[in-house]
């Protein structure tokens, strides 16, 4: 009965939303970048437009052919996160990105 009160009084909506957000953002941002993922990569310029990232897989790393992977660049910006198709066979111990830059933040 005193959850519905404060439902209408109108703070409790944005207040819920707002820890949601908070929470998954602390989940997928923080919490998988810093301890699930590898932190580290090589990077290797094969081209005047193409760049190589690679980096070692994990054994709780699994992808199908075709799928994608959103990278952020912490020396870019660490709240930045942008998709890149997977260019490495899924048998393969490397994870291998080509990427060609396109757009603002691909030319950094």
């Given at each position: 009965m005193i959850g519905c009160a404060?439902?209408?009084t109108g703070y409790l909506v944005?207040?819920?939303?707002?820890?949601?957000?908070?929470?998954d953002f602390l989940i997928r941002?923080?919490?998988m970048a810093l301890f699930r993922y590898p932190r580290k990569a090589s990077i290797r310029i094969i081209s005047e437009s193409v760049v190589e990232i690679c980096f070692p897989k994990t054994p709780s790393f699994h992808y199908n052919p075709g799928q994608y992977m959103?990278?952020?660049v912490p020396e870019i910006s660490f709240y930045e996160w942008h998709p890149f198709s997977i260019s490495s066979s899924p048998?393969?111990?490397i994870?291998?990105?080509h990427i060609r830059k396109a757009g603002s933040?691909?030319?950094e």
């Open positions: 404060f439902y209408h944005p207040l819920l939303g707002s820890l949601t957000w908070g929470l941002k923080v919490y959103l990278l952020a048998e393969q111990k994870v291998t990105f933040w691909t030319h």
